[in-house]
T-cell receptor
Framework: EAQVTQNPRYLITVTGKKLTVTCSQNMNHEYMSWYRQDPGLGLRQIYYSMNVEVTDKGDVPEGYKVSRKEKRNFPLILESPSPNQTSLYFC????????????FGSGTRLTVV | QKEVEQDPGPLSVPEGAIVSLNCTYSNSAFQYFMWYRQYSRKGPELLMYTYSSGNKEDGRFTAQVDKSSKYISLFIRDSQPSDSATYLCAMTLEVLIFGTGTRLQVFP
């Protein structure tokens, strides 16, 4: 089954403790992206990657890092999480940049206390 | 001004009603216009997409784009309780930009 898999689904952590949210897709998509979803603000793009070793900032990149060493994986790294990063995070992939066919993961609900 | 504006709702309608969901946008260069549906505790899933002005129909769903007015709509006919979800409009130029979503509840 074609899918984007995120882990973990739920995470509670403390301020300052580094964490990684993993994202993997099995569709051989070139384009991958991370979004955060907050009430009243909708989905906002954090980082995106057009291909292996090619990443760029989205609208809200502060406090996040990403890497794209393999085509299928696009982890999101929070080096020093803060409470304002408490949110619902989604990874998405697409066969090409700027197209319509985005597939989303099921989300990671992160709480930073 | 946000690039994409969407009425947040919530909308509550009886089963069988016709539902109209709307978005306006400011950038005339947007290429694809999409509607995503998001069930609770799930990721958004693509419902419909179009790239030209006019209507596109898929079963009970009709997507409408009016590029001259910078306005898109999603119509749901004969709405069902299973349609209860948040509906997000989205548009692409180089990246995907979402509206804030409209929560819809269809009650039996």
């Amino acid at each position: 089954e074609a899918q984007v898999t995120q882990n973990p689904r739920y995470l509670i952590t403390v301020t300052g403790k580094k964490l990684t949210v993993t994202c993997s897709q099995n569709m051989n998509h070139e384009y991958m992206s991370w979004y955060r979803q907050d009430p009243g603000l909708g989905l906002r793009q954090i980082y995106y990657s057009m291909n292996v070793e090619v990443t760029d900032k989205g609208d809200v990149p502060e406090g996040y890092k990403v890497s794209r060493k393999e085509k299928r994986n696009f982890p999101l790294i929070l080096e020093s999480p803060s409470p304002n990063q408490t949110s619902l995070y989604f990874c998405a992939s697409s066969s090409s940049w700027g197209s319509y066919g985005y597939t989303f993961g099921s989300g990671t609900r992160l709480t930073v206390v | 001004q946000k690039e994409v504006e969407q009425d947040p709702g919530p909308l509550s309608v009886p089963e069988g009603a016709i539902v109209s969901l709307n978005c306006t946008y400011s950038n005339s260069a947007f290429q694809y216009f999409m509607w995503y549906r998001q069930y609770s505790r799930k990721g958004p899933e693509l419902l419909m997409y179009t790239y030209s002005s006019g209507n596109k129909e898929d079963g009970r769903f009709t997507a409408q784009v009016d590029k001259s007015s910078k306005y898109i709509s999603l119509f749901i006919r004969d709405s069902q309780p299973s349609d209860s979800a948040t509906y997000l409009c989205a548009m692409t130029l180089e990246v995907l930009i979402f509206g804030t979503g409209t929560r819809l509840q269809v009650f039996p």
